[in-house]
């Protein structure tokens, strides 16, 4: 896949749930390859700190693979702060594997839009 279908896919994403304010991916490195934000939306992040954030965000998911034979396959991971929810969902292309980084607005249920929303996009043809 190229960066304009990762773009359009990000583009994607914040049209399925009015809660969503944020959607980037990030490749298994953690740099961000593309991001988008809701319409109107002022983000509380600049480019630099989403960037720093993406490293992190990949960075601790690569943590918890030590524990994956105990506890299962990552599936996604979820954190809320005052003013947002951000989660973190993997994804893999045919030969690849990236994360799929998003923020909710508080009061959201990020949980029910992941599995119920989220997930089955990044299962489905759009990255096969």
């Not at 960066?3 to 490195?29: M, Q, W």
């Not at 994956?68 to 594997?97: M, W």
Request: glycine fraction near 6%; charged fraction near 25%.
């Amino acid at each position: 896949m190229d960066a304009i279908a990762y773009d359009e896919f990000c583009k994607y994403i914040i049209t399925i749930d009015k809660s969503i304010r944020f959607a980037g991916i990030a490749n298994n490195l953690g740099t961000l390859i593309t991001s988008t934000y809701r319409e109107g939306l002022i983000p509380l992040m600049d480019i630099e700190e989403t960037s720093r954030y993406s490293i992190q965000a990949v960075t601790r998911v690569s943590l918890r693979e030590d524990f994956q034979s105990k506890l299962g396959k990552f599936e996604y991971s979820v954190g809320k702060y005052e003013k947002l929810i951000r989660a973190i969902v993997p994804f893999h292309t045919k030969n690849d594997c990236f994360y799929l980084l998003l923020s909710f607005d508080v009061g959201s249920n990020p949980s029910k839009i992941i599995e119920e929303l989220i997930i089955p996009c990044t299962k489905g043809s759009y990255f096969k």
